[in-house]
């Protein structure tokens, strides 16, 4: 029998009937935490692609393309994490799964990718038809459980890591699998089938830490002690209401804001927000949270950005 997977700490798991009483609009309410929040998508620019020609050697650069997909660019190489540019995230064409913004670029105008990282299999993060028009095939590395998978949907060149484990990715890059507090599934019948996880890219004396989707729980000090001195992290800060149930999983911006103080970097980055309605919360509620969260933890707003889709951000600039 297939293995399912785990977290590192114990959280509630809400059955069907709960989740479907949700989504019929029959469970309890619960308050915005932003009550005048606009219900407008992330502000979207036109991506530089001069700026993009050309993967810095001695410090990082962040291009945010929507929603959790990023593509990185350090140490001469080009990363795409959690690609999706699809116009829905879901296996059919759901209206409510629809993409409220659009992507910072097509792949088309991509630079040419040394590796693509997937923290999960979800469809907000795994996008089959991103992933099969990507110029010139590159390799995946994925969390474990998804390589069978993946091998068997066509892609050939698919290395997976379990939490604490790390791989080569060309140009002198290493890629290390750090916990997360999550859980995965593509249909009713795989759920934890595989795992889920964030990343942390080493390459060109620099380090960066992606968090995917999670919950809070202790473990970014942990992350942090592993690998100290960070550069940069990518926090998610949406897709957290209800918290009743969507606490375990995602955090909300007060617990990313909290998240960046344990694990300690340079700067960090807003994510997954203002792209797709997952949940409950207004679409530009997200970043007026966090901004409030900031000031009242003492945190500076430059320390932590919110970018617009398709701006690009170097560490030269923080």
Known sequence: MARRYANNHPMPRHGPLQILKWKLGMSRREAPAVPDAPDTPAAWMAVEESRLEAPPMSTWQLTWLGHASWLLQLGGANLLIDPVFSEYCAPVRIPSLRRQQGPGVLPGGLPGIDGVLLTH??????????????????????????????????????????????????????????????FTART?????????????????????????????????GDIARRHAALDLAVLPIGAYAPRWLMRPIHLDPEEAVRAHLELGPRCSVASHWGTFRLTDEALGEPPIWLARACDAAGVARKDFRVLKVGETLSGEEV
């Open 188 to 220: 009713p019948f795989d759920r934890d089938r595989g795992h889920w996880c964030g990343w942390v890219v080493e390459g060109g004396g620099m380090r960066i830490y992606f968090a995917g989707d999670t919950g809070y729980a202790p473990l970014f």
């Open 121 to 182: 299999s979800h469809y907000d993060h795994l996008d089959l038809p991103t992933l099969r028009n990507l110029p010139g095939n590159p390799p995946l590395v994925v969390p474990e459980g998804h390589r069978e998978w993946l091998r068997g949907k066509g892609f050939g060149d698919v290395t997976e890591l379990a939490w604490g484990d790390s791989c080569a990715l060309g140009r002198g890059l290493t890629v290390h699998a750090t916990p997360a507090q999550h």
